[in-house]
């Protein structure tokens, strides 16, 4: 037997896909074969708030499944809608590589010492809320484009700086390009960054199901709960941050305005063993303390992608 995945064919996604391939290929001792397919999100250059959020990337690799165009696709967690798709399940989350963003800069610079009036780049209106928090005197520019054109922009002077995901520079060997690394406790990152999501037909879930990993799924499933509790698209200011430590789950989520103003923040924590549910329960909490304190009026929730 050989099984088909599918995945966007952008540098970033066929490389995480290949590790994901050759994984899969040594737990199942079968074949595999890598299916390219292109989203809307890969031919539409428009900003991503005018094309729906993150979602577009998801679509028609689902669509290509569920015609039975491949068996499995791989995506990047974060830019998957937290509305399950009935007839599909997420059969396996691998363990999540870093979850932080990174500041790719020039000269050296880190997000503080760029000079007054620096051009920064991202499409991320999560990113774009946070840069606008933390340095209101720069210009943030709203920008497209897969990781080496970003890159490029600044290479060649037209951006002081772009705003990275630390996974999908390592999974393209381009550490180098960082300058800085983010905290997550001051910088939180979109939920369930830096992890990978797997997804079949359902009834279909043991083809993949020896790549999940139990505490990341808790982990991601946590971060994920509070973006749809909140009823957020993917695209939504919104920053999530889950660790377990000694059995316990420790769940912060942030929400912007996204002119960067000011933000919400909630935490809290459980422990696994003592809740059915833990990422159902946490997430919920948090969720519901955001919206008490007025998170549906601060930011653009509403409307999943």
């Given at each position: 037997m050989t099984i088909r995945i599918g995945t966007r064919a952008s540098a970033l996604a066929m490389a995480q896909t290949g590790m994901m391939a050759d994984l899969l290929a040594k737990k199942s001792g079968q074949d595999v074969e890598i299916i390219p397919i292109t989203t809307e999100g890969d031919r539409n250059k428009a900003s991503l708030a005018e094309i729906g959020g993150t979602g577009v990337f998801a679509a028609a690799l689902r669509e290509a499944l569920l015609a039975g165009e491949c068996d499995v696709v791989v995506h990047s967690l974060k830019d998957l809608p937290t509305q399950p798709l009935p007839g599909l399940a997420i059969a396996a989350i691998p363990k999540r590589a870093d979850a932080r963003d990174a500041v790719c800069a020039r000269d050296g610079f880190t997000l503080e010492t760029l000079p007054q009036g620096a051009r920064i780049g991202t499409g991320s209106p999560r990113r774009q809320a946070q840069l606008r928090s933390r340095r209101p005197?720069?210009?943030?520019?709203?920008?497209?484009?897969?990781?080496?054109?970003?890159?490029?922009?600044?290479?060649?002077?037209?951006?002081?700086?772009?705003?990275?995901?630390?996974?999908?520079?390592?999974?393209?060997?381009?550490?180098?390009?960082?300058?800085?690394?983010?905290?997550?406790?001051?910088?939180?990152?979109?939920?369930?960054?830096?992890a990978l999501a797997l997804e079949t037909r359902a009834g279909e879930e043991k083809l993949v199901a020896a790549l999940d990993h139990g505490p990341t799924r808790t982990m991601v499933e946590s971060e994920r709960g509070v973006l749809h509790r909140l009823e957020a698209g993917c695209a939504a200011p919104i920053g999530a941050t889950a660790m377990i430590e000694d059995g316990m789950l420790f769940v912060s989520a942030r929400v912007y305005r996204p002119d960067g103003t000011a933000h919400l923040t909630s935490s809290h924590a459980l422990y696994v063993s003592d809740s059915a549910e833990p990422s159902v329960e946490v997430s919920a909490r948090i969720a519901d303390e955001l919206l008490a304190n007025g998170a549906a009026e601060f930011a653009p929730l509403g409307g999943q992608s």
């Open positions: 005197d720069v210009e943030v520019l709203d920008i497209r484009g897969n990781v080496d054109t970003r890159l490029g922009r600044v290479a060649s002077g037209d951006l002081d700086a772009v705003i990275l995901s630390v996974a999908g520079l390592t999974r393209l060997g381009r550490t180098e390009a960082i300058t800085e690394y983010l905290d997550l406790s001051s910088w939180p990152t979109a939920p369930g960054q830096g």
